[in-house]
T-cell receptor, first 116, second 114 residues
Framework: GAVVSQHPSWVICKSGTSVKIECRSL??????MFWYRQFPKQSLMLMAT?????????EQGVEKDKFLINHASLTLSTLTVTSAHPEDSSFYIC????????????FGQGTRLTVV | AQSVTQPDIHITVSEGASLELRCNYS??????LFWYVQSPGQGLQLLLK??????LVQGIKGFEAEFKRSQSSFNLRKPSVHWSDAAEYFC????????????FGRGTSLIVHP
């Protein structure tokens, strides 16, 4: 199956700093990528849909100035958590469906963000 | 809008016993259905999927699931559980037509006793 790689796997940062998470489709082109947030023992909550070459679409309640998404190429989307605070600590997961219609989405391995 | 219900938060089984994880969905048409497994601190791995055709689908690691339209269900089964199956299991539904964005259930945590 297709491979989605997420980097870093984990990161610890100080409160007030910004953190960038990368999501790459390694063997296919992804015009769309999805960013999820997962709290402990909970399901995945869709944060935003990243669209190559255009603005991301954010879900209701997600601060777009807080969670900056850039999808500059067909194989890379980035999520930047700006001015991170402890409440931003979470597990962030990206996914990408194969282009060309409805199909399954492939998931990255996730990034554990801890803000201290 | 589509939704997914996984009624069991935790399921505990003995190693070697059979397993069934429940999933009910709500969607106006025939949905795309998925089961994913997540080990601690890891991303999601697709176990199996249903798009159309045979309602009994086989997946990896010995898992299978059956789509029952009349019950709006897509329960996951395994005849004999291994200790390595202990993980979080997520059922998801994807809309047919338009942009693909899966909606996930809250997950079921599988605990396997030796």
């Amino acid at each position: 199956g297709a491979v989605v790689s997420q980097h870093p796997s984990w990161v610890i940062c100080k409160s007030g700093t910004s953190v960038k998470i990368e999501c790459r489709s390694l063997d296919f082109q992804a015009t769309t990528m999805f960013w999820y947030r997962q709290f402990p023992k909970q399901s995945l909550m869709l944060m935003a849909t990243s669209n190559e070459g255009s603005k991301a679409t954010y879900e209701q309640g997600v601060e777009k100035d807080k969670f900056l998404i850039n999808h500059a190429s067909l194989t890379l989307s980035t999520l930047t958590v700006t001015s991170a605070h402890p409440e931003d600590s979470s597990f962030y997961i990206c996914s990408a469906p194969l282009a060309g219609g409805n199909t399954e989405a492939f998931f990255g391995q996730g990034t554990r963000l801890t803000v201290v | 809008a589509q939704s997914v219900t996984q009624p069991d938060i935790h399921i505990t089984v003995s190693e070697g016993a059979s397993l069934e994880l429940r999933c009910n969905y709500s969607y106006g048409a025939t949905p795309y259905l998925f089961w994913y497994v997540q080990s601690p601190g890891q991303g999601l791995q697709l176990l199996l999927k249903y798009f159309s055709g045979d309602t009994l689908v086989q997946g990896i690691k010995g898992f299978e699931a059956e789509f029952k339209r009349s019950q709006s269900s897509f329960n996951l089964r395994k005849p004999s559980v291994h200790w390595s199956d202990a993980a979080e299991y997520f059922c998801a539904v994807g809309a047919t037509g338009g942009s693909y964005i899966p909606t996930f259930g809250r997950g079921t945590s599988l605990i396997v006793h030796p």
